[in-house]
């Protein structure tokens, strides 16, 4: 079982900059992948970032990239994603995932290969 907790959630006016914090506890943080989510209201949760188990690598939405940064500390247990240049549109609720390191990179976008989430965390963005 890996517990995991998101914090660093808020209002932030539009341009405005946010860094969520994903802690993770349990199991060995290093078996597994992690991956940031979002779910806005009335849709479908969808892809933000993934960094591998190690942090050799990481992968964006395209409709985020150059906006954010995920990176991880696995002395910590510990995954971040820094946000800058925040829309109204990226209103939503962030969500950080586990993903088992036997899976491959091109399993890091896909929700459903995910074993553990978190409760979220909301990021309102005013205009």
Same mark, same amino acid.
């Given at each position: 079982?890996?517990? @995991? #907790?998101?914090?660093? +959630?808020? @209002? ?22 992690? +991956? =940031? &989510?979002?779910?806005?209201? +009335?849709?479908?949760?969808? &892809?933000?970032? *993934?960094?591998? =188990? ?18 991880? $500390?696995? *002395? ?15 209103? *939503? #609720?962030?969500?950080?995932?586990? @993903?088992?390191? $036997? &899976?491959? #990179?091109?399993?890091?976008? $896909? ?5 553990? =989430? ?6 309102? #963005?005013?205009?």
């Amino acid at each position: 079982q890996v517990h @995991l #907790v998101e914090s660093g +959630g808020g @209002l932030v006016q539009a341009g405005g900059s946010l860094r969520l914090s994903c802690t993770a506890s349990g199991r060995t943080f290093t078996n597994y992948h992690m +991956g =940031w &989510f979002r779910q806005a209201p +009335g849709k479908e949760r969808e &892809f933000v970032a *993934a960094i591998t =188990w190690s942090g050799g690598a990481t992968y964006y939405a395209d409709s985020m990239k150059g906006q954010i940064t995920i990176s991880r $500390d696995n *002395a910590k247990n510990m995954v971040y994603l820094q946000m800058s240049s925040l829309k109204p549109e990226d209103t *939503a #609720v962030y969500y950080c995932g586990a @993903l088992r390191r $036997d &899976f491959t #990179v091109q399993e890091l976008g $896909d929700m459903t290969k995910y074993d553990y =989430w978190g409760q979220g965390t909301q990021v309102a #963005v005013s205009s």
